[in-house]
């Protein structure tokens, strides 16, 4: 089964607690960081030596790698590039791209390897400093995890407004906008693969034992944010084009409801400590509330079409609903800011945000007026209609594990040959 260490966040460590995180659109979670491993003592008598080289270079790398990418993640507007063009976060999920085919060898063809090793991570969004687990499966659950966050670095990276010296308003381009969609999914995917291929592999009594940052509702919590803030991004775009229908807006507006509802469900049963954990918990009550203002904004504009007073009701009763979620939303994401690790108050408003703060108090407040004079009497606000239920478009990418690296065959055939 594999044995567990799990250290108290008092004791000695070197978990990262910065007191600012920056501007940012995407919450990304604590990075959980490698400790180092001498896989030469607790295997090496198993594996050839140049098997013991290939896994050690490959997570000492990591081990390096991650613990300088950290910081540089928590500051949104940080994204180093390295000689060859790229991307810190880019070459670090190369790395773990790499490592995973190898790895996974220690599972393969029935190799009696798979708790003979001590994996040992910095815990971010748990109580433990750290949790070190013998099982091979609670690395692969750790990569895939920390796989995800990059990409929602990525995305970070690409959405945070950057500012200008001419004095016109930031815009992110819809280049930028449309990769992140992808990117998105592919964190979803990566945290997908996690739930359905990963962590049945662990046995139920360390399954229990994991840290939070690894619970199987905090990864389902992260998976429904990347799709949320995916569906976000195509909300946005489709206000800008002349071409979408009010239809098409609420059916998306409508779907961003039920990402985040799924969210904040998932989340809202965790032990999550104060720190990364409650402004986790805060992001996506922040993206929550925004997302009802929006669907039912545009789903007051639809009721509104209609010719009877009893849609204009609706319709004025939808307004003021999403006016209310706007106000609520606001008060979130001042909460979710000024919680520790502190982040600046949201970068200028563009996409749908800028759109919809300005279009909901104006034509909230139309509607009523109109309402009192078309009908003559105190305009009564109704409870606000139900929202239209429309299926989840938006499927994480269908990412599964890789094979077992080729070192690993080439291994068996050599050991046969020695027989």
């Given at each position: 089964?594999?044995?567990?260490?799990?250290?108290?966040?008092?004791?000695?460590?070197?978990?990262?607690?910065?007191?600012?995180?920056?501007?940012?659109?995407?919450?990304?979670?604590?990075?959980?960081?490698?400790?180092g491993i001498d896989f030469n003592q607790s295997i090496g008598e198993s594996?050839?030596?140049?098997?013991?080289?290939?896994?050690?270079?490959?997570?000492?790398?990591?081990?390096?790698?991650?613990?300088?990418?950290?910081?540089?993640?928590?500051?949104?507007?940080?994204?180093?590039?390295?000689?060859?063009?790229?991307s810190s976060s880019d070459d670090l999920l190369q790395a773990l791209e790499e490592y995973l085919p190898v790895l996974l060898g220690l599972v393969e063809d029935g190799r009696q390897l798979r708790d003979k090793v001590n994996f040992?991570?910095?815990?971010?969004?748990?109580?433990?400093?750290?949790?070190g687990m013998a099982n091979v499966w609670?690395?692969?659950?750790s990569v895939l995890h920390l796989m995800a966050l990059l990409c929602l670095s990525q995305a970070n990276a690409l959405l945070v407004p950057k500012s200008h010296g001419d004095g016109y308003q930031p815009k992110i381009s819809e280049e930028s906008r449309r990769n992140s969609v992808d990117i998105f999914l592919k964190a979803s995917g990566y945290l997908d693969c996690a739930i359905r291929q990963v962590l049945p592999q662990i046995g139920n009594d360390m399954w229990r034992e994991l840290p939070v940052?690894?619970?199987?509702g905090n990864l389902r919590a992260i998976s429904l944010q990347a799709l949320g803030q995916a569906v976000d991004l195509q909300l946005g775009m489709a206000i800008d084009s002349p071409k979408a229908t009010l239809a098409v807006k609420r059916r998306l507006a409508c779907e961003m409801v039920k990402y985040w509802q799924q969210a904040q469900d998932n989340i809202a049963v965790l032990p999550l400590q104060d720190g990364w954990g409650k402004k986790h918990q805060l992001f996506i009550k922040w993206k929550f509330l925004e997302s009802k203002a929006a669907a039912y904004y545009f789903h007051g504009l639809i009721l509104d079409e209609g010719n009877t007073e009893k849609s204009h009701r609706a319709a004025a009763a939808a307004l003021h609903a999403s006016e209310e979620f706007l106000r609520e939303s606001k008060k979130a994401s001042d909460a979710f800011n000024s919680t520790s690790p502190t982040s600046s108050r949201s970068p200028a408003l563009w996409g749908s945000m800028k759109y919809?703060?300005?279009?909901?108090?104006?034509?909230?407040s139309s509607k009523v007026r109109i309402n009192r004079d078309l009908y003559s009497q105190e305009s009564v606000i109704d409870t606000a209609p139900v929202l239209p239920d429309f299926p989840l478009a938006l499927k994480p990418d269908d990412y599964q594990l890789p094979q077992a690296d080729l070192s690993w065959k080439r291994d068996n055939k050599q050991q046969q040959e020695n027989l």
């Amino acid at each position: 089964m594999g044995c567990l260490v799990s250290t108290p966040s008092d004791a000695s460590g070197h978990r990262r607690r910065p007191g600012s995180i920056g501007e940012l659109v995407v919450y990304i979670p604590g990075f959980r960081i490698p400790k180092g491993i001498d896989f030469n003592q607790s295997i090496g008598e198993s594996l050839p030596k140049n098997l013991i080289d290939r896994i050690s270079a490959l997570h000492t790398r990591i081990v390096v790698m991650a613990a300088q990418e950290s910081p540089v993640a928590s500051k949104s507007r940080r994204r180093t590039a390295t000689r060859h063009g790229g991307s810190s976060s880019d070459d670090l999920l190369q790395a773990l791209e790499e490592y995973l085919p190898v790895l996974l060898g220690l599972v393969e063809d029935g190799r009696q390897l798979r708790d003979k090793v001590n994996f040992v991570w910095l815990n971010q969004e748990d109580d433990a400093e750290e949790t070190g687990m013998a099982n091979v499966w609670y690395e692969v659950l750790s990569v895939l995890h920390l796989m995800a966050l990059l990409c929602l670095s990525q995305a970070n990276a690409l959405l945070v407004p950057k500012s200008h010296g001419d004095g016109y308003q930031p815009k992110i381009s819809e280049e930028s906008r449309r990769n992140s969609v992808d990117i998105f999914l592919k964190a979803s995917g990566y945290l997908d693969c996690a739930i359905r291929q990963v962590l049945p592999q662990i046995g139920n009594d360390m399954w229990r034992e994991l840290p939070v940052d690894l619970a199987e509702g905090n990864l389902r919590a992260i998976s429904l944010q990347a799709l949320g803030q995916a569906v976000d991004l195509q909300l946005g775009m489709a206000i800008d084009s002349p071409k979408a229908t009010l239809a098409v807006k609420r059916r998306l507006a409508c779907e961003m409801v039920k990402y985040w509802q799924q969210a904040q469900d998932n989340i809202a049963v965790l032990p999550l400590q104060d720190g990364w954990g409650k402004k986790h918990q805060l992001f996506i009550k922040w993206k929550f509330l925004e997302s009802k203002a929006a669907a039912y904004y545009f789903h007051g504009l639809i009721l509104d079409e209609g010719n009877t007073e009893k849609s204009h009701r609706a319709a004025a009763a939808a307004l003021h609903a999403s006016e209310e979620f706007l106000r609520e939303s606001k008060k979130a994401s001042d909460a979710f800011n000024s919680t520790s690790p502190t982040s600046s108050r949201s970068p200028a408003l563009w996409g749908s945000m800028k759109y919809l703060s300005e279009k909901i108090p104006k034509d909230a407040s139309s509607k009523v007026r109109i309402n009192r004079d078309l009908y003559s009497q105190e305009s009564v606000i109704d409870t606000a209609p139900v929202l239209p239920d429309f299926p989840l478009a938006l499927k994480p990418d269908d990412y599964q594990l890789p094979q077992a690296d080729l070192s690993w065959k080439r291994d068996n055939k050599q050991q046969q040959e020695n027989l």
